[in-house]
């Protein structure tokens, strides 16, 4: 009989320790994701950094919100009105695949992103992300971060 408690126990202590690996991986990487407040934080000019601490178009938040909804504040200066919040737009978002298109609803309203665009993301980072666009040969990217 203690032969059998024995064996018992030690089948008990094997089962433990045998289903119990350690060759979990671990939890997945966070991974990036639009939804949430963005803002524009740099411009670059052909790979220059610029300032843009005193770009009033840049003070705004965009905002993507689950579900496809699209809201975004736009600021704007003029001689007689220095730089304010002149209107909140809205509109849809959607994902294609690693792109993103963007429909404003509001009319009149004018995005500071384009409609289509592709995020660029470096490796690991999920609270920024840079478009680029080149016109005449000049290659402007702007830099957002997720507030």
């Not at 178009?57 to 975004?72: A, D, S």
Request: with cysteine; hydrophobic share 35%; proline share 4%.
């Amino acid at each position: 009989m203690k032969k059998l408690l024995g064996l018992l126990l030690l089948a008990g202590f094997m089962t433990v320790f045998v289903g119990c690996s350690s060759d979990d991986d671990g939890p997945a990487a966070p991974q990036f994701t639009i939804v949430g407040t963005w803002k524009v934080t740099g411009k670059l000019i052909n790979n220059e950094p610029q300032d843009i601490s005193d770009i009033c178009v840049y003070k705004g938040n965009m905002k993507f919100v689950n579900g496809g909804v699209y809201v975004e504040d736009v600021w704007s200066e003029d001689d007689e009105n220095p730089c304010h919040l002149e209107e909140t737009i809205g509109g849809n978002w959607e994902k294609n695949g690693d792109s993103y298109t963007v429909s404003i609803t509001t009319e009149g309203g004018e995005s500071l992103l384009p409609a289509q665009f592709t995020p660029i993301l470096e490796q690991g980072e999920i609270n920024r992300f840079k478009i680029s666009a080149t016109i005449l040969g000049t290659t402007t990217t702007l830099i957002f971060t997720k507030q």
